[in-house]
């Protein structure tokens, strides 16, 4: 069967049907092309980059130009995959205009087909805003790594029957400003479960247990090839850190012995040619 671009119809055709949403993110074109290969539903350039590919501690320093630039090499390599930019902090906060223009920047510099963008109930007049202008947003509830500081670290969301009901309302609020889709993250996973019955549009998990919608992991989390905090909901199907390490050791060493490059990695000229070359230089010499 000839593979089609997914679009925001095919995921809510999922949803409907009860058919699991697969999502990952990734951060440049050779990931990307791996991804979309593995035929995921969804990519997510996620600010998570901030940390897994540029060190920082958190994402919060994270800047639109830097979001945008990875954002252009996913799309480069992922042709079928629907793609989603993730907005980084203080990208959609000072203004509704600001966020528009921010969100427009996504889809008309960097191919991306959506936006996502955290915070519930007060951010609902922004996402309306950008639906408006023609762009889905997905938005992202629960530990939300930009408000890091605001909420005293990366910890888990809607442990009360309070806090459980806030993340209720803010999800309806996202889903009746036009939201197609909203990221759970680090919640409970019989209030995710509540959340995700109780709205029409899908809900994308991580750390919220099995109830949800779909899934999405962190590229480098779920390779083994980052090696930070790991928290509890990661599972980790391979350890590529390891492997690569073991390749780069091997490769110092064999440079070091002089084992490489050996006869088969290296180019070779005829006889008569490097006769012909070794005499001129004997003669430019002489
Ligand atoms: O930035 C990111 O990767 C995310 C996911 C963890 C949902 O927001």
């Given at each position: 069967m000839t593979r089609k671009k997914i679009t925001i119809l095919d995921l809510q055709r999922k949803k409907e049907n009860s058919i699991p949403i697969t999502m990952l993110t990734a951060y440049d074109y050779s990931s990307a092309i791996l991804v979309d290969e593995s035929e995921m539903d969804m990519i997510l350039v996620g600010d998570s980059l901030g940390m897994v590919v540029m060190g920082l501690e958190n994402t919060v320093p994270v800047t639109m130009d830097e979001m945008i630039h990875h954002c252009r090499m996913v799309s480069r390599g992922a042709k079928y995959t629907f793609l989603v930019g993730d907005m980084p902090f203080l990208s959609y906060e000072v203004s509704i205009a600001e966020a528009v223009r921010n969100a427009g920047r996504f889809l008309k510099e960097a191919g991306m087909d959506a936006v996502k963008l955290e915070g519930g109930t007060e951010m609902a007049e922004t996402v309306r805003a950008i639906v408006r202008a023609?762009?889905?947003v997905m938005g992202h509830i629960g530990l939300t790594p930009q408000s890091v500081s605001k909420l005293g670290g990366f910890k888990v969301q809607g442990k009360t029957a309070e806090s459980a009901q806030c993340l209720l309302q803010d999800a309806l609020a996202l889903e009746e400003a036009g939201?197609?889709?909203?990221?759970l993250e680090a919640v409970?996973?019989?209030?995710?479960q509540v959340i995700s019955q109780q709205l029409t549009i899908h809900t994308i998990g991580i750390g919220a247990g099995a109830g949800c919608d779909g899934q999405v992991l962190v590229y480098h989390d779920m390779l083994g090839l980052f090696n930070g905090y790991s928290p509890k909901f990661v599972k980790q199907y391979v350890n590529l850190r390891e492997q690569i390490s073991e390749a780069l050791v091997q490769y110092r060493k064999e440079v070091q012995a002089g084992e490489f490059p050996d006869k088969t990695h290296t180019y070779k000229m005829s006889k008569r040619e490097l006769d012909g070359f070794l005499e001129n230089v004997k003669k430019h010499q002489a």
């Open positions: 023609g762009m889905p939201c197609f889709s909203i990221v409970p996973d019989s209030v995710a």
